[in-house]
C-alpha cells in the first residue's frame, strides 16, 4: 500500500456517508448495511485489492446457499409436521457437513472461506431476522429471497472496501 493522501478515518467516514442511502431511502429495498460493513471488513481482510470484489461476489454467495437450502428443508420438514428444532437439526446437518467439508478440500472454499463461512451466517441472520423484502408470500421462497437479499448487500459490502480504498488516493511509496 502507498501512503493515503486522504486519511483512512476519513476515508471511512465519506464511504459510509456513500452506504447511507442504500440503508435509510429504499424503503422495503433498503439494503442491510450490517451484512455490507462485515464484508468491507472482509474486503480488507483479503488485502484490499480490486479482486476481492470478484471472490466475495462468489463466495459470499456460495455459502449463503448452504444456509438457503437448509431453511429450505427446515422449511419443508415443519410444514409437514416435524417439529423446529428437529427441522433446523435435520437442516444443519445435511447441510452445515456439506460446506465443512468442503472448506477442507475444495480449493475455492479453502481459498475464500471467511467470506464463505460469513455468507452462510449472514443469510441466517437475514432470514432468522426478516431483514430482507418479503417479495413472494410462499414459505419456500423466504430462504432464497434472504439468500439474494443477504448477497446483494455482501457483495456491496465489497464495493464499499474498494470505494473506501479507492477514496484515499494512495501514492506509490518512495525508497
Known sequence: MGRARVPFNWAVVLTVIISLPFAMFLGRYSLDTWISFMMWGVYFEYGAVADNIRRIAIAFPWGGLFAALWQTLATVLIIHGVNALLAEVA?????????????????????????????????????????????????????????????????????????????????????
Open 91 to 175: 437442516g444443519d446437518v445435511a447441510f452445515i457437513s456439506i460446506v465443512a467439508y468442503f472448506a477442507t478440500v475444495h480449493r475455492f472454499t479453502v481459498q475464500n472461506v471467511l467470506a464463505t463461512f460469513q455468507g452462510l451466517g449472514l443469510v441466517l441472520a437475514a432470514y432468522f431476522t426478516g431483514a430482507y423484502p418479503h417479495l413472494l408470500s410462499s414459505p419456500y421462497a423466504q430462504p432464497w429471497l434472504a439468500w439474494l437479499w443477504a448477497s446483494l448487500s455482501g457483495i456491496f459490502g465489497a464495493v464499499l472496501g474498494w470505494i473506501n480504498k479507492a477514496l484515499m488516493f494512495e501514492r506509490p511509496e518512495h525508497d
